[in-house]
């Protein structure tokens, strides 16, 4: 009951947020079925309609939304074309949603967990300039590149960068003109209007570009002025003549296609690649979260896989949970599902009863709405935060958006996640080992858990001890110990007194139990001299 009465008290929110995010996805439902080969652009739609309605509804997370993904437009693509019938992908993307159903019951979800956070916020800069970039050539009238493209190199041959400047020599003066104005309503609607309250809170900026926009290109036509933007910089809906004809977009698949092998391995990769980045993308926004709520992964998984159930059987791409309207959904105030779920039945209606008047909007005020979205993402700020955090925060943060924006998603995040990797390894090397030199007094302190990996550090530190010193090394603050640590130490104490090294060991239970000769269990100014400060703050710390 208590949810039922939040959800009804966030309407005011979440009713503005999700037109934000079905104007949003309109353009990127199509061109990612554009991208993916998909016989019928429908199917983008279709999938766009599931993800927000079925996902909407069977997800935990507040703040998610689902459609089809970028970053699965190669796979998809690569699938149509080598499988006998579009109706035999379907039946893939059928056994997709099977294949995450099971996933989420055997809590593969636990993935999302370990992921950094300076690889997640890299993750959300890197889809805030790649909707920079891959969105200028759009909002200047090029539009070779389809729309949602995340992929650095690209279907006409030029790459994110290439495309800017090609973009360049192909300017269409009202695109530009409409794109400059749905920058400027954005900005001062943000900066000016909301701060005024009343009715600037409630009507959403990006409702207002899109009816700027489409009015200044109708004036334009009516006018017969040779400015007006060509079609082919319009949105392009499929449009129905009768009930029957809609309902024919919609397509089965082919079950016979079961015994055929291909469409066992299309499934489960995409399975694998649509599961890792709606983890991803599920991570990202519960870090976006005004409210830090944490939503839970292995439900997700559940309800991806019932969405590309769902999608496959009626003709729809498969779904993921995609940062790029998630993250407009968080920037326009949405506070619950609902927002997701209303996006979902405004696709379903605008393209069954209004296809003609949304055939009326120009790709560059869309591209002006997911630009300032982009900016939204990577605000400097962000920038100058992970840099006062230090290196070991900074690197994996620049380095996840470098490897992002010169590859694709998923495999940026796999590098910044072999980067970070690194730092947790450098950390551990730096914290596990302490060691104290005060004239001829060493101390080695074992700290939490080390592991076969600090062997050669330990090694390197033992070898270097000059003859005549005394070293005590403590272990009693070790929580565990490898096996090939407690032999380097057991070596190391034979071999000592040939170099007339003294050694005392304090041991944690683990090295008490591994050694077969009684252990001097000493107190640590025994083997410092107490009135050194240095010596005093790390041997007591």
Known sequence: ????????????????????????????????????????????????????????????????????????????????????????????????GVFQIVLGYLKAGIIGNYIPVSVIKGMLAAIGLILILKQFPHLVGYDKDYEGDEAFFQVDDNNTFSEIFKALNYLTPLAVLIGVVSLLIQIIWDKIALKQGGIFKIIPAPLLVVFVGAGINYYFEKQGSSFAIDPEHMVNIPIAKSAEEFFSFFTFPDFNMWKNFDVWITAGTLAVVASLESLLSLEAIDKLDPYKRISPTNRELKAQGLGNLVSGLIGGLPVTSVIVRSSANVSSGAKTKVSAIVHGVLLLLSVAFIPNILNLIPKSALAGILIYTGYKLAKPTLFVTYFKKGWNQFLPFVLTIAAILLTDLLKGVVFGLAVGFFFVLRSNFKTAILFVKDENNYLIRLRKDVSFLNKPIIKEYLSNLPDNSKLLIDASKAEFIDKDIVEVIEDFMIEAPTKDISVALKPNSQLQDSFGLPLLEVETGGYAKLDKKTWNQQVNN
């Open 1 to 96: 009951m208590n949810s039922f009465r939040n959800y009804v008290h966030s309407l005011k929110n979440d009713i503005p947020a999700s037109i934000v995010v079905f104007l949003v996805a309109l353009p990127l439902c199509l061109g990612i079925a554009l991208g993916s080969q998909a016989p019928s652009l429908f199917s983008g739609l279709i999938a766009g309609i599931v993800g927000g309605v079925v996902i909407g509804v069977a997800s935990g997370s507040q703040l998610s939304v689902s459609g089809p993904a970028a970053g699965l437009t190669t796979i998809v693509a690569a699938a149509i074309m080598k499988l006998p019938t579009y109706e035999a992908f379907l039946l893939a993307v059928v056994i997709c």
